[in-house]
């Protein structure tokens, strides 16, 4: 079966094939994207993945009520680094913008050498959806609850597994903070994709997962897979029942990804104030809402200075873990 965030990016992917869209805007509704022609977003990531999508449902929406043209431009490679560098050497006149997730910020910047500092180099305009990640086993495990299999990774150091995508990911920075925090060694197997992961804990060829939900959702819904902890600060609405790893006895614990909107540095205050206002507004849109919550990503809205200080305690946090725990990009 296909999870309904794959299914909308198949049908999203035939109009996303070619690396720019033009969408035409109507004049209504939301302040100026810029003050030329056309705003221009790169995306640092294949066509019909999730940022991309993520970008997309934002344009449609804001495509209704502008008198601006947008052209979406997919620029992968390089972990994100390509797309992300050509923003950060942009003009900052609101023409070109940058969408992206925390690993362009706060974990490739540690592991590689930039041609900019992830820091200073782009203006923060809003992070303004939020992707849950979960804790999971197979069905047949015995571990009912996370602190089961903490106690059972305690008894038994190094015997059990949890696959993840890897070597340098969000979920590896969260499982090297889980295990330091619960004091157990569990062997981590890295994966290239999180379908690949998924089906090593489908065959039972590892004791747990650390995903994103959505990749996992329609196991979990199957009954494949059970859910022993939500990463995520706040329990989600997918998995009422499920406790956060917080509630499980882990104060403060929380890791989860975020798709926001970057802007050249020296963007012009008002400039950047406007972009704030114009993506909070489309967020708003019921519409968009629905779109959002279906692929699994949560409305947030984080802007402006807000934004960027979450940016800056991720970055250090996240680049303490990776130095403790001695991740590499290999």
Not at 50 to 60: G, N, P, Q, S
Request: a positive charge; proline letters at 7%.
């Amino acid at each position: 079966m296909i999870n309904p965030f794959r299914r909308t990016c198949l049908q999203l992917a035939p109009r996303a094939a070619v690396a720019a869209i033009v969408l035409m805007l109507s004049p209504s509704g939301y302040g100026a994207l810029s003050q030329t022609a056309a705003t221009k977003i790169i995306v640092p990531a294949p066509a019909g993945g999730a940022l991309d999508v993520f970008t997309r449902i934002l344009a449609d929406e804001i495509s209704r009520k502008h008198a601006r043209t947008i052209v979406i431009e997919n620029r992968p490679g390089a972990t994100t680094l390509i797309g992300t560098e050509a923003v950060a050497r942009a003009a900052p006149d609101g023409s070109t913008l940058l969408a992206n997730a925390p690993p362009a910020f706060v974990i490739y910047p540690h592991l590689q050498k930039l041609h900019h500092d992830p820091l200073t180099s782009l203006e923060p305009i809003c992070s303004l959806v939020r992707f849950p990640t979960v804790i999971v086993v197979n069905n047949a495990s015995p571990h009912r609850t996370l602190a089961d299999l903490l106690n059972a990774a305690r008894a038994q150091p190094g015997a059990l597994s949890l696959a993840s995508i890897g070597p340098a990911s969000l979920t590896r920075i969260g499982f090297e903070m889980l295990v330091r925090a619960a004091d157990v060694k569990i062997t981590f197997v890295p994966y290239s994709g999180a379908g690949l992961a998924v089906n090593a804990l489908l065959g039972q060829h590892v004791t747990a997962y650390f995903g994103n939900y959505t990749d996992a959702s329609e196991q979990l819904k199957s009954g494949r897979l059970r859910a022993l902890a939500v990463a995520s600060r706040t329990r989600i609405d997918a998995l009422p029942d499920v406790p956060t790893v917080a509630e499980s006895g882990y104060r403060d614990y929380e890791v989860e990804g975020w798709f926001g909107l970057f802007a050249p540095a020296k963007t012009p205050r008002e400039t950047v104030s406007r972009l704030v206002n114009t993506f909070a507004a489309a967020m708003q849109v019921p519409a968009v809402r629905v779109k959002l919550a279906t692929l699994g990503l949560y409305p947030i809205q984080i802007c402006g200075s807000d934004f960027g200080t979450l940016i800056r305690r991720q970055y250090e946090e996240y680049g303490r873990v990776i130095r403790e725990a001695q991740i590499t990009a290999q």
